[in-house]
């Protein structure tokens, strides 16, 4: 269920976002954390992508894939934790990175919070 929602954060699905943050039950701040190795055209196993994300949320995955419609279904969701960090960075320092400036701008308009007054 949880790792449903990552992927289509990740994949940039909106309507599936918006359905799996219909179940009350799931986890929004679920970290990515499975290990799989995908076969490659051969059939042998090939090299995991996936395995750079480790750790992610489903909106620290969205401010770096540029998803700004998923960012701001994330970020009105009161589930959703902005202060989750991925090797000391939060959702505003990735999203800084990845040149995504409008995404930056939704991030510092939601905040209320201390967090970006250095920003």
């Not at 995991?48 to 969701?77: F, M």
């Not at 999203?95 to 250095?118: C, M, P, Q, R, Y």
């Amino acid at each position: 269920m949880e790792e449903q929602l990552w992927r289509a954060c990740s994949e940039g699905k909106v309507e599936e976002v918006i359905k799996q943050l219909q179940n009350e039950q799931i986890n929004t701040n679920w970290q990515y954390n499975i290990l799989k190795t995908p076969l490659n055209e051969n059939g042998e196993e090939g090299e995991n992508v996936l395995a750079n994300y480790l750790g992610w949320t489903p909106l620290l995955i969205s401010c770096e894939k540029g998803h700004i419609e998923i960012v701001k279904i994330l970020l009105n969701d009161k589930r959703v934790s902005i202060r989750r960090k991925i090797e000391g960075k939060t959702a505003i320092d990735i999203a800084k990175e990845e040149n995504h400036s409008i995404i930056v701008k939704i991030i510092k308009e939601f905040d209320t919070g201390n967090l970006l007054n250095d920003y």
